[in-house]
């Protein structure tokens, strides 16, 4: 069926707000307004779709617009920051679920489409299946439904069996359709299997790069089902977003200087873990590290998730900005994978007030580490690691780290003696320079903040 003009040329306009929007949310700066504008593309492409002539099920559509509306609305008003790696996880799954489902009503029709158009429907479920059942892995890893990484007895040769009888079912689909429905409904059981069984294994330590991985697949699954559909709206986004996602899957891998191979079938585990370390982890009270830090000329604060988890980040502004009235410069240094998924740091500390100019990547800021008084490490581990980049036997040797341990004087606050999520134990902690606040970094901040004051 032909569409009429302004639909079409609705979606069209919906797409592009999709791309400026995508092209805002590239720069903390203008992350919200990016958002807010591929929003009102969501909402243009959506009201075209109701203006189609002949539109059925309309009371259905509107009735899942209303549930999945409110559902959204409810969840992201009480969501805590420190739950934002898992609710991303979950909406991105849900739409590679909802590209899976589309191409399931399309085989279970029946209707007669090009070997192309097929093709791409098949591809579309496939990875749309995987996202789905991948991506709800993640969000029960990230909610702590699953406390540890589940390995099966020759898990790869099971992933490769796996992944070869879903393509090899998908190609019997392309070859004989319109399709049985027993043949979809294996592939479809297959393809969603897939996605748990890949995901099961990998531990929170990889989560960031997994995420946005299951992102650049519901992208693309979008974009093929876009194309089964004729959807140019659904196409570009689709595209877009699945592009936006294979680009920072590899800048994420890179960070961890892992290959994605790596991470998928060889997850980070700590066994056999480095080599031994010597020395012992040296405490030291609240006074103590408000004075190295009042009376310093440069701080750099490392944020790591046992900062989100405390939802500490406005009191470490708090306490950035006493240093700052007492003349001392002030920097945060912010690892790629930092935290549970890609920007979570940044997220946090927008959140909390801190300027943008503030915030420095590795690239950034590793250089100016040896020039700095003191590094303060707030619940981050493995990204400060120097056994990255000296013990060869270690899980994460060869991972870019931030440089926290050349600064003249480390103060980490961390809960606890134990060691991060990768399970790997941290060379830092027992150098000469580096000194241990225990305690959640927010009553820590606050001690900080009190005695900072008390020496005004």
């Not at 996202?131 to 790869?156: D, E, I, M, Y």
């Not at 030291?284 to 980040?313: E, F, L, N, T």
């Amino acid at each position: 069926m032909s569409l009429p003009t302004y639909v079409q040329g609705a979606w069209f306009g919906g797409a592009l707000l999709f791309i400026f929007g995508l092209k805002g949310m590239s720069s903390p700066a203008s992350a919200r307004k990016g958002i807010v504008v591929a929003g009102y593309g969501m909402l243009l492409a959506i009201a075209a779709t109701f203006l189609i002539p002949g539109l059925k099920n309309l009371a259905l559509m509107l009735a899942a617009l209303a549930v999945g509306g409110a559902a959204a609305w409810i969840s992201g008003k009480k969501v805590k920051m420190t739950d934002m790696p898992q609710m991303v996880a979950i909406y991105n799954g849900m739409g590679g679920g909802a590209a899976a489902a589309i191409a399931a009503i399309e085989f279970a029709r029946g209707d007669a489409h090009s070997t192309v158009t097929t093709l791409l429907a098949v591809v579309g479920a496939l990875i749309g299946a995987v996202s789905f059942t991948g991506s709800c892995v993640a969000w029960a890893k990230l909610q702590g439904v699953l406390k540890k990484a589940h390995r099966l007895p020759a898990q790869n040769a099971v992933n490769v069996v796996l992944a070869a009888i879903s393509i090899g079912l998908g190609a019997a689909m392309v070859a004989l359709a319109p399709a049985q429905p027993e043949l979809i409904l294996g592939f479809f059981v297959i393809a969603l299997v897939l996605g748990l069984i890949v995901t099961l294994p990998i531990g929170g330590a990889d989560m960031p790069v997994v995420i946005s991985l299951f992102n650049a697949f519901t992208g693309l699954a979008v974009g093929f089902e876009g194309y089964v559909l004729g959807n140019p709206a659904l196409i570009i986004a689709g595209i877009v977003v699945g592009a936006a996602g294979t680009l920072l899957t590899q800048l994420m891998a890179k960070a961890m200087n892992r290959p994605l191979s790596n991470i998928l079938f060889t997850p980070m585990v700590a066994a056999g873990g480095g080599e031994a370390i010597s020395g012992t982890m040296k405490e030291v009270g609240a006074i103590d590290a408000a004075a190295m830090m009042r009376y310093a000329s440069k701080v750099v604060i490392v944020p790591g998730y046992g900062m989100a988890v405390a939802h500490a980040q406005h009191k470490v502004w708090e306490m950035t900005e006493i240093l700052e009235e007492a003349g001392v410069e002030v920097k945060f240094a912010i690892h790629p994978v930092a935290g549970r998924m890609p920007g979570h740091m940044n997220v946090l500390l927008a959140e909390a007030g801190v300027p943008y100019d503030k915030i420095f990547d590795l690239e950034e800021i590793n250089g100016e580490f040896g020039q700095a008084d003191v590094a303060l490490v707030i619940g981050a581990n493995d990204v400060v690691n120097p056994s990255a980049r000296t013990d060869k036997s270690s899980p994460i040797y060869g991972m870019p780290i931030l440089n926290a341990d050349l600064a003249q004087n480390v103060i980490v606050i961390k809960r606890g003696k134990g060691t991060g999520y990768s399970g790997v134990e941290n060379a830092l902690f027992y150098t000469d320079n580096c000194r241990m606040l225990y305690g959640d970094a927010q009553p820590m901040a606050g001690e900080i903040i009190q005695h900072l004051k008390s020496m005004a």
